[in-house]
């Protein structure tokens, strides 16, 4: 066996152990190669010098990710068959430049963290899990979304989708993102009909969705006597764009939007006694000035906001096809980003349901999707009962899981997460918590001595719990590297090793080029 195929086997065999999962023999192999590679190159001719070094370029990669268990399922080609020792320099040249692809993953295999009680590496592997719900709670600085970042980063990596709820703007990944700002490019209608069902659906259950939305979204509340007339303002609305609940037929039809609305409660009067139906006369006919201007004082910042007006909706199709950060901070106000949040997921509840249900032994290929909320506080906190079945995150933890959905929820408290919530999370990773009270509490989620939760020092260091290992384990959790900081890191670990083998095989190298 010449050289340069030597190489070839080397780093073949070095893919095998990758996929096998074994990092430290693919690493051995790699840097075998690599090393082989150093020694032709530094006795070739000019002409394949060139190509030779993108050869070792590739190898210690290759080797750096495998040392890291960093490697994300590089689709095996063969990148490096037998160079052709009569071969023109444009062929040889297509061999080492050839492409690897990457592929879609059989398995999600995430190595995340690495056990600081018995040094190995955890891996976060959904698909054997009970389900795809992953909680994470800490204070500030405990390294809540470093951890989201790493985790989304893999998915990223394995071309599932997903889509960031980003409250603060920090989840900053190479992805598409979508901001809700004053400007309108993308908006949401709360509006739209989620369920076209005859069983639920209509604009009936929807107005009651919506009064709910309203209550819990607006911090001043709404008497009864203002509850009413705000909800037949909103059966006029869909009455007036020809959408009947006696009519399924019609439910298909555009809906109104918030900008129709504000001037149905700016200007009823207008707009309802045009109507022929009496109904919505005798209703404006009872309600005094009073009430009116109260309504309307309490929904014109919501309804104002062009993000809820605009003509361009977001549309839900696009974001199953590939990774989507749903920017929330420009909303500036928590009622606003509520508001967001929660006819979004509503919205993809509903289009995960018309899919119908995910085939439970389908692996990876279940998940249909992953939703991220780095603060699930924006839908929880202070928001109505958290533990109501009925509420959009534990309907999302209780039943749409069912329809391909995977679910990773940060918050600084446990108390931000219902009961549903966490019976369902098959995943609790709990860092450094922010007091005492609460290191109290989750040291009875996780069923160990408070004092172990209280001596966690370091960003990223907490505990986990799964549904398959029940026992919590001590972990620290690797830091989310960016595409720019991985580029310096290789470049660093490439010149390190270059570096040290050189020095060793210097005096070797000096005798043979002589």
């Given amino acids: ?93 297509a061999i080492i430049k050839q492409k690897r692809g990457r592929k879609r993953g059989i398995a999600l295999n995430v190595y995340f963290a690495k056990s600081l009680e018995t040094k190995k590496e955890l891996i976060w592997k959904p698909a054997d899990l009970m389900n795809g719900i992953v909680t994470i709670t800490g204070g500030s600085g405990s390294g809540k979304t470093q951890s989201i970042k790493l985790l989304v980063s893999e998915l990223i990596s394995n071309k599932i989708p997903c889509i960031v709820l980003d409250l603060h703007g920090d989840i900053d990944l190479p992805i598409d993102t979508i901001s809700l700002d004053y400007l309108g490019r993308q908006t949401l209608n709360p509006f739209e009909l989620t369920s076209k069902s005859e069983i639920d659906g209509g604009p009936i259950p929807h107005i009651n969705r919506l009064m709910t939305q309203f209550s819990y979204a607006i911090s001043d509340r709404f008497s009864a006597t203002q509850k009413s007339w705000l909800r037949s303002l909103l059966k006029f609305c869909y009455y007036s764009f020809g959408i009947n609940q006696n009519d399924p037929t019609t439910w298909n039809r555009k809906p109104p939007n918030f900008e129709y609305f504000l001037k149905l409660i700016k200007y009823p009067d207008e707009k309802i006694r045009i109507s022929e139906n009496q109904e919505y006369i005798r209703v404006l006919d009872s309600i005094t000035q009073s009430t009116r201007v109260a309504v309307e004082n309490r929904m014109i910042p919501i309804l104002e906001h062009p993000a809820f007006s605009g003509t361009n909706p977001v549309e839900l199709e696009k974001l199953f096809e590939k990774p989507h950060r749903i920017l929330l901070k420009p909303l500036n106000t928590i009622d606003l980003q509520f508001l967001a949040a929660d006819t979004l ?170």
Avoid at 5 to 29: P, V
Avoid at 35 to 63: F, G
Avoid at 71 to 92: D, I, M, Q, Y
Avoid at 384 to 399: K, Q, S, V, W
Wanted: with cysteine; hydrophobic share 35%.
């Fill in 1 to 93: 066996m010449d050289q340069l195929d030597e190489i070839s086997y080397l780093s073949e065999k070095g893919y095998d152990f990758l996929e096998q999962g074994n990092f430290l023999a693919a690493k051995t192999y790699f840097m075998d190669a690599y090393t082989i590679v150093i020694k032709i190159n530094e006795l070739s001719d000019p002409d394949q010098r060139i190509k030779l070094e993108e050869v070792a370029n590739s190898l210690i990669t290759l080797a750096q990710e495998a040392h890291t268990l960093n490697f994300r399922e590089v689709k095996k080609t063969h990148l490096f068959p037998p160079l052709k020792s009569n071969g023109s320099e444009a062929e040889n040249s």
């Fill in 345 to 514: 997921m509503r919205q993809i509840f509903a289009y995960l349901k018309s899919k119908g249900h995910v085939d439970v032994d389908a692996g990876e290929n279940k998940f249909r999707l992953f939703m991220i909320i780095d603060e699930v506080k924006i839908l929880t906190g202070y928001r109505g009962n958290i533990n109501d079945p009925y509420h959009i995150l534990n309907r999302f933890a209780t039943e749409a899981r069912k329809f391909g959905l995977g679910l990773i929820l940060a918050s600084q408290i446990l108390g931000h997460f219902g009961r549903d919530i966490r019976s369902n999370s098959a995943t609790k990773l709990i860092l450094k918590t922010m007091d005492l009270d609460e290191s109290k509490r989750c040291a009875r989620e996780l069923k160990i001595n408070i004092n172990k939760l209280n001596a966690i020092k370091n960003p990223g260091e907490g505990f986990i719990i799964t549904s398959k290992n029940k026992q919590a384990e001590h972990i620290q959790i690797y830091k989310y590297e960016t595409p720019k900081d991985r580029v310096i890191l290789e470049k660093e670990k490439k010149e390190d090793e270059l570096i040290k083998f050189v020095l060793s095989n210097k005096k070797s190298l000096i005798e043979k080029t002589n």
